[in-house]
T-cell receptor, first 114, second 115 residues
């Protein structure tokens, strides 16, 4: 049971390039989330998705795009990477919209924008 | 403004000792409070989740308490082990709007357990 995986685990890219971070979960969870984690901040929500083809913005969505054509995949795209997007990105999933349900996090992708 | 404050920022203890981490929040309306453990280079893993009516919950050597009146929570670790070295994150959820998007994360407490 692979659970929730992210790829790549590490990525270095240049300012202005497009980069896509992948997230895949094997639980058929309805909800999926993207967070970023930076020093001096708690995790911050970028985007979330309630189901295939349903996505919504989080707290820090500017500069990011998501899609969800299949329940198990939730890619995050930086359309034109900036240095301020250097961060560790975590994908998470949850089986229900109820706030009593757990969110399960992937291992993270460390992105450096030079 | 909804906020979650954790203290201390970092803590060093000797193996076998106990410790307590603090979390204060100003989230309203409150739904539940979670504690996560995050090992270096890994994603957060849930330790406990408590609703308004629960004031204590244990998971092995981890015991979380919640005082909804004072909006404080603590995570007590008993007989610490080297593997407890990690960041511990307090997360408060608000059911405002009924959305799964309303999780407010603390910045975490970095715990180092030394032999």
């Amino acid at each position: 049971d692979a659970g929730i995986t992210q790829s790549p685990r590490y990525k270095i890219t240049e300012t202005g390039r497009q980069v896509t971070l992948m997230c895949h979960q094997t639980w058929s969870h309805s909800y999926m989330f993207w967070y970023r984690q930076d020093l001096g901040h708690g995790l911050r929500l970028i985007y979330y998705s309630a189901a295939a083809d349903i996505t919504d913005k989080g707290e820090v969505s500017d500069g990011y795009v998501v899609s969800r054509s299949k329940t198990e995949n939730f890619p995050l795209t930086l359309e034109s990477a900036t240095r301020s997007q250097t961060s560790v990105y975590f994908c998470a999933s949850s089986e229900s919209r109820s706030l009593s349900y757990e969110q399960y996090f992937g291992p993270g992708t460390r992105l450096t924008v030079t | 403004k909804n906020q979650v404050e954790q203290s201390p920022q970092s803590l060093i203890i000797l193996e076998g000792k106990n410790c307590t981490l603090q979390c204060n929040y100003t989230v309203s309306p409150f739904s539940n409070l979670r504690w996560y453990k995050q090992d270096t280079g890994r994603g957060p893993v849930s330790l406990t989740i408590m609703t308004f009516s629960e004031n204590t919950k244990s998971n092995g050597r981890y015991t979380a308490t919640l005082d909804a009146d004072t909006k404080q929570s603590s995570l007590h670790i008993t007989a610490s082990q080297l593997s407890d070295s990690a960041s511990y994150i307090c997360v408060v959820s608000s059911n405002y709007g009924g959305s799964q998007g309303n999780l407010i994360f603390g910045k975490g407490t970095k715990l180092s357990v030394k032999p």
